[in-house]
């Protein structure tokens, strides 16, 4: 059974990087887009990164505007979201999520909190 556990989340000032860490397992990766989703207080989760697990291809949310970037390591079964110039708005617990091309269902990871302050 796919696993994903996420690491790297804290507490950081605005402007400050965060660089968070998801290792798979459980799973033959090949054909999975693997991503990054994240969910504040009273909002729905919505998309921040992905990334295709052998094609490389990435796609980010409109808001991420290149402070963000999405990266794998086929050697440490991980994926891992850089995050950059970072704003209050940006406060959220974040998911990794791995989603084999050809269905529908997701994996999710337990999360990760980041919190910035302005």
């Known amino acids: 059974q796919v696993q994903l556990v996420e690491s790297g989340g804290g507490l950081v000032q605005a402007g400050g990087s965060l660089r968070l860490s998801c290792v798979a397992s459980g799973g033959i990766f090949s054909d999975y887009r693997m991503g990054w989703f994240r969910q504040a207080p009273g909002k729905e989760r919505e998309f921040v990164a992905a990334i295709g697990w052998s094609s490389g291809q990435t796609s980010y949310g409109d808001f991420v505007k290149g402070r963000f970037i999405i990266s794998r390591d086929y050697t440490k079964n991980s994926v891992y979201l850089q995050m950059n110039s970072l704003k209050p708005e940006d406060s959220a617990v974040y998911y990794c999520?791995?989603?084999?091309?050809?269905?529908?269902?997701?994996?999710w990871g337990q999360g990760t909190q980041v919190t910035v302050s302005s």
């Open positions: 999520a791995a989603r084999r091309v050809t269905e529908a269902f997701f994996y």
